[in-house]
Nanobody, 119 residues
């Protein structure tokens, strides 16, 4: 059974930082496309950052509006996924989810963690 558990959300001031973590069981981040997403109430879930590995190479991509502010990383030994968020903006406020998408299978999601940035 696949389970993803996010942590690290909370309240931050504009310009501050937060680090989100996602622990996985039943699936390995290193073997699949993994990413961070955000979703506001009543809106579609939105991709923020992703990481995947092909043979010995890792590939990372970001949505334009977080490029240079957010950093996605992965610890294969801990089977954990991270999102370091810096220079936070009030518009970064949302519920953040980690997701894993095996090839040909619907993605798995965590329960989400709330990030609130005050101005």
């Amino acid at each position: 059974q696949v389970q993803l558990v996010e942590s690290g959300g909370g309240l931050a001031q504009a310009g501050g930082s937060l680090r989100l973590s996602c622990a996985a069981s039943g699936i390995f981040f290193s073997e699949n496309f993994a990413g961070w997403y955000r979703q506001a109430a009543g809106k579609k879930r939105e991709w923020i950052a992703g990481i995947t590995s092909v043979e010995m190479n890792s590939y990372i991509n970001y949505a334009n509006y977080v490029q240079g502010r957010f950093t996605i990383s992965r610890d294969n030994e801990k089977n954990a996924l991270y999102l370091q968020m810096t220079s936070l903006l009030p518009e970064d406020t949302d519920v953040y989810y980690c997701g894993v998408t095996p090839i040909g299978i619907q993605p798995y999601w965590g329960q989400g963690t709330q990030v609130t940035v005050s101005s």
